[in-house]
Structure formats: structure tokens, C-alpha cells
């Protein structure tokens, strides 16, 4: 394992700047996951770290030596790509070991590690088998298993959920958490999805335009966003933003305000009358999800969502009134878009 140190690191193609000048520092055995929408750099400072992308300006260290001039294979590193890139004329247990046949174990260790990684992933009953057997859960295991094999100073994951139906990306979400607490290894993870942060990461790193904007735990991000930005960004379904202004204590809805009142959908509740801010709207969707119902709006102020409980379905069409739960206001800069605090 290792600690990972991006310091002013910059990723330029042309006059083209991707990557301007970001700082962090990655602990021994963190999960760190940087999310951000297509284009903001995440992935190409991934494989910045990886080696994969030449390095334009500043200093990656990986443990306590400066690794910006090594190569990939130098830097006792494992990256698990979006496409799994698995072997199809390969059985599983040669895809897993791949990565050993270079290497100086003896055939007794190599074919040790195989078996110890089919039986953590799950894969011990299919190492005989060819990838087309396999399903893309299935797959994706087998590269995470070859990643695993070399037993890195750390993971690096791009992506590599994105290929795969609802159901199977929460399962292996749960399944690389739990490997990761099993292994400890220091481990970066890219991601869009923010749910996918949100359950995994130690700390999250929010990248936009090349920048990070704020990097924390997932509960520091939920509950104080730097910006409007991030308050959005994290969180689904996304923060609702109103127009608004304060004066003493109270806040109150206005076109022309100075402020951005957020408020989580989860946080606006629909058919009550009882809270600290109250909206009137036009019914014009309701999203039946099991124990709530998400409802969204038409008010004076623009569009918002919000949550019926108890299994609550309006009707589309129909008027209601929701009300804020205490305490659940983000005050937001109305210019700069800059996090004020909670109301």
C-alpha cells in the first residue's frame, strides 16, 4: 500500500489546459473517488497517476518517491478499465494471472494468488471457463482479480461500472467496498455517478473545468457544499434552487432576491402546510418509488421536486402545497453561487 501526492499537477494537450494545477493528498488505504460531469478531468488525471498520461507540469508522488518520469509497469500500480479488457481466448484463471507471468513467483505462488482471488471475487467454480461464459458482472471480477494478483501499492478504477444494468452496478459496488476493506490498499476510483461516490468513498473529490472544487467525506458534502455546484451534483434526485432573500432570521421566495434557497427533494414535503417555507405549485409528474413518491412542481418560482409520504400519489394536474422540514435550507450566494450556510 501507499500514499498518493498530486501537488499542482497539470495536464495540458496543446494550448488546451485539462488538468489546472490540483493539489491533494491520497492517505494509505483511502478510497477516494473524484466524480464530475464528462470533461472535467477526472479520468485524465487517473491515468496521469497511472502513467498513462504524460505528466505537462507539477509532481505525482506515489509512497514517498517522485514517479512523474516512470513508466506504467514501474510504478506498482493496477488499473481496472470500463471494458474489463479481459482475454477472450483465455480461461479465466490464465486472464487472472496474466499479470504474474512476468513475474519471478514460483508456479506454486502464481497459481496461490489465482485461487485466493477466484475465491474472494466469487469466481473460484468458473476459472475454467472463457469470458464469453461469463456475465459482465462476472467479467468485471475477473479484472478486478488481475488487478488483485499483483498485489499493488494501489487500485485505480475507471469507471468500471458504467458497461453494466442497474442492478448488477449496485452489487458490485457492494463488492469492491467490501474488497476493499478486506485488502486495505489504497484505492482512487472514477466515477459520474454520484451515488456510486456517495456509497464507496472514503473522501470525494468533485472535479469541474479542470479544477477540484471540494474534496470530503460524503456526508461533509451532503450537508455543506461549497457551492451550488456541488449542492447539486451531490445528492439525487438534485438539490432544488428558488430565488429568494433574508431578512433577520426569516427567509423568504422572490424573483429578485439576493439569495439561492436549496432545498432537497427529500427535504420539501409534499401535501403539508407545516414547516419553515411553503410552496404552492401545479402537479406536473408523480414518480411512485415503493415507500415515497417523488412529485414534482410547477411553482411561481420555476420547477421543483418534491417527496409524498405514506404513499401518497396526487394528481397531475391538481394544486399542492409542500412544506420545508426544519432546518433544511442551504443559503447560497446569489452571484457568486457560494455556499452561505444552513437555515
Known amino acids: 500500500m501507499a500514499t498518493i501526492e498530486l501537488e499542482k499537477l497539470v495536464k495540458r494537450y496543446g494550448k488546451v489546459e485539462a488538468v489546472k494545477g490540483i493539489d491533494l493528498q491520497i492517505a494509505d488505504g483511502e478510497f477516494v473517488v473524484f466524480v464530475g460531469p464528462s470533461g472535467c478531468g477526472k479520468s485524465t488525471t487517473l491515468r496521469m497517476i497511472a502513467g498513462l498520461e504524460e505528466i505537462s507540469d507539477g509532481t505525482l508522488k ?4 517522485v514517479v512523474n518520469e516512470r513508466e506504467p509497469k514501474q510504478r506498482n500500480i493496477a488499473m481496472v478499465f470500463q471494458n474489463y479488457a479481459i482475454y477472450p481466448h483465455m480461461t479465466v484463471r490464465q486472464n487472472i494471472g496474466f499479470g504474474l507471468y512476468t513475474s519471478k513467483l514460483s508456479s506454486e505462488e502464481k497459481d496461490k494468488r489465482i485461487e485466493e482471488a477466484g475465491k474472494i471475487l466469487g469466481l473460484s467454480a468458473l476459472l475454467d471457463r472463457r469470458p464469453a461464459a461469463l456475465s459482465g458482472g462476472q467479467r468485471q471480477r475477473v479484472a478486478i482479480g488481475r488487478a488483485m494478483v499483483r498485489d499493488p501499492a494501489a487500485f485505480l478504477f475507471d469507471e468500471p461500472l458504467s ?3 442497474a442492478q448488477l452496478r449496485a452489487q458490485m459496488r457492494i463488492e469492491i467496498k467490501r474488497l476493499h476493506q478486506r485488502l486495505k490498499t489504497t484505492t482512487v476510483y472514477v466515477t459520474h455517478d ?15 473545468d479542470g479544477h477540484i472544487l471540494q474534496v ?16 447539486r451534483f451531490i445528492g439525487s434526485p438534485s438539490m432544488n434552487l428558488i430565488r429568494g432573500t433574508q431578512a433577520s432570521s426569516r427567509v423568504e421566495i422572490g424573483a429578485g432576491g439576493n439569495l439561492l ?23 406536473t409528474a408523480v414518480e411512485p418509488l415503493g415507500p415515497e413518491t417523488l412529485v414534482h412542481l410547477d411553482i411561481a418560482e420555476g420547477s421543483v421536486i418534491a417527496t409524498a409520504r405514506d404513499k401518497i400519489v396526487p394528481d397531475v394536474g391538481s394544486q399542492l402545497t409542500c412544506a420545508t422540514a426544519a432546518g433544511s435550507l442551504y443559503l447560497f450566494d446569489g452571484a457568486t453561487e457560494t455556499f452561505q450556510g444552513r437555515s
Do not use: C, W
Open 261 to 283: 434557497i436549496g432545498v432537497r427533494p427529500h427535504d420539501l414535503i409534499a401535501g403539508s402546510s407545516e414547516g419553515g417555507l411553503r410552496l404552492t405549485g401545479t402537479v
Open 62 to 65: 506515489i509512497g514517498p518517491e
Open 216 to 231: 470530503g467525506t460524503p456526508s461533509e458534502l451532503y450537508e455543506s457544499p461549497v457551492d451550488v455546484f456541488t449542492a
Open 163 to 165: 458497461n453494466l444494468d
Open 194 to 208: 454520484q451515488v456510486e461516490a456517495m456509497t464507496m468513498a472514503d473522501r470525494i473529490v468533485v472535479m469541474k
